[in-house]
């Protein structure tokens, strides 16, 4: 996957990169890519709900990957050290998408769309 697929969306927190990101997302859905996301985070995300069986698979279990398959989504959990590279991510993750929106990564060398909230 050439780098030159992958956008980074930047800005303050509440500036609107999840608005631009998801409006970015369907236009190019609308003119037929394949279009895939990676999020940011600066915290753990909280996907899981304590007591439910995928939790106690992930948590308990200890289990290394966690796949959940359901008709419609499927939603990896996966234990792996702090890759904070957008690029390898996308190779890991997001093959075969014709352009991957990130939100984030600020200090990847990706090219960007900085958002201002005024």
Do not use: W
Request: charged share 25%; glycine share 6%.
């Amino acid at each position: 996957m050439a780098a030159t697929r992958i956008l980074s969306i930047v800005g303050g927190k509440n500036s609107g990169k999840t608005t631009l990101a998801v409006a970015l997302s369907a236009e190019y859905v609308r003119r037929g890519k394949r279009v895939m996301t990676i999020k940011h985070a600066s915290h753990p995300a909280t996907v899981d709900t304590p007591g439910t069986d995928s939790y106690r698979h992930f948590h308990e279990g200890r289990a290394e990957r966690v796949l959940i398959a359901s008709p419609d989504v499927r939603v990896l959990f996966e234990r792996s050290p702090d890759d904070q590279d957008p690029v390898a991510l996308a190779q890991r993750y997001l093959d075969g998408a014709d352009i991957v929106l990130v939100e984030g990564f600020t200090s990847s060398p990706l090219p960007k769309i900085e958002v201002f909230r005024t």
